[in-house]
């Protein structure tokens, strides 16, 4: 199996890089066109600055490149982020695979720190407010125990909306994993995420096409 790791302006790629090779897959990271068109996966993590990276995006052509890509692409934290539509961080337009906004925690009361750090549960969604296709189905987060802990790291977050698959609570309830068609993405990040985390990696590498 081919793997590219997108490679631009953001951190902790290198983490998802060594959570590969634990499950013997090595990835190329690379913002190379024709090697991310030709993987038979794509993955597209980081942390940083919304408008830097897509910056970087637009100016290597792979905001319009990640949109038109056929094969499953899994987006992790400001990845996920990127897919909307558009993120309050920078007031930055985004690539829009998933149509909705991306807010900016505002914390209500002393104790809620912002970013929000730490291991937090998912609760999974049964049912997907919008119809997939069949070739694409949601099995990111198959063979889950209930209520897993998975390990955050974000000041910004995705409201929940018709492509959210998992939710999480921290201020007010958010979008903790999306689901549209051959993109999938998660507001936390499975390589950081023990037993956990390597299931979901191990499930989207066997995604049916």
């Given at each position: ?12 790629i ?29 993955i597209?993590?980081?942390q ?14 792979l ?16 990845g ?24 900016r ?11 929000a ?10 049912h ?6 069949d ?19 974000h ?36 390589e ?18």
């Open positions: 199996m081919e793997l590219a790791i997108i490679k631009y302006n953001a951190g902790n290198y983490s998802v890089v060594n959570a590969l090779k634990r499950l013997g897959i090595t990835p190329t990271l690379t913002d190379n066109i024709e090697q991310i068109c030709k993987a038979d996966r794509v597209f993590p980081g940083g600055n919304a408008k830097e990276a897509m910056d970087y995006l637009k100016a290597h052509h905001d319009t490149v990640i949109k038109e890509l056929k094969q499953p692409l899994l987006g992790i934290c400001v996920q982020q990127l897919l909307c539509r558009h993120s309050e961080e920078g007031d930055t337009n985004c690539i829009g695979i998933f149509d909705v906004d991306v807010k925690f505002q914390p209500q009361r002393h104790n809620e720190k912002v970013p750090m730490g291991w937090n549960q998912l609760i999974l969604k049964e997907l407010g919008k119809k997939q296709k070739n694409f189905p949601n099995t990111l987060l198959a063979n889950l125990e209930a209520l897993p802990y998975v390990y955050f790291v000041s910004y977050y995705v409201p929940i909306c018709q492509y959210t698959i998992a939710q999480a609570n921290y201020i007010l309830p958010y979008s903790a994993a999306l689901h549209k068609d051959n993109f999938y993405a998660t507001q936390f990040h499975p950081k995420s023990g037993q956990v985390g390597e299931q979901i990696l191990h499930n989207f590498l066997n995604i049916s096409l």
